[in-house]
Nanobody
Framework: QVQLVESGGGLVQPGSSLTLSCVVS????????IGWFRQAPGKEREGLGV????????DYADSVKGRFTISRDNAKNTVYLQLNGLKPEDTALYYC????????????????????WGQGTQVTVSS
């Protein structure tokens, strides 16, 4: 059974940076398509970016392009999400999700196409 565990969240001031980690266990990360999502209270889950299996492609949602960076270390079975220039509106519970092998582009930011989810890590941006 594949399990995902996020860490690295916290309370930070506006303009700060954080790096979130997502450790995958139960199978090799190299076979899994990974997505990062967040969900703020009262809002729908929002896709932030993805990391593909083939070609090592990274894609970002327009809302975070240029501020957030995804990287993957298959040897450590870990995916990272670096958050820069944090704003109060970035406050949310951040999740990583996985599905075996790549999914098609139209489904990148659709939560229902992912099979495995972590429990989330809270990011709070406040002065």
């Amino acid at each position: 059974q594949v399990q995902l565990v996020e860490s690295g969240g916290g309370l930070v001031q506006p303009g700060s940076s954080l790096t979130l980690s997502c450790v995958v266990s139960g199978d090799a990360l190299s076979s899994y398509f990974i997505g990062w999502f967040r969900q703020a209270p009262g809002k729908e889950r929002e896709g932030l970016g993805v990391s593909t299996v083939r070609m090592g492609k990274i894609d970002y949602a327009d809302s975070v392009k240029g501020r957030f960076t995804i990287s993957r270390d298959n040897a450590k079975n870990t995916v990272y999400l670096q958050l820069n220039g944090l704003k109060p509106e970035d406050t949310a519970l951040y999740y990583c999700a996985a599905v075996f092998q790549d999914i098609d582009v139209p489904y990148y930011y659709k939560p229902r196409f992912y099979d495995y989810w972590g429990q989330g890590t809270q990011v709070t941006v406040s002065s």
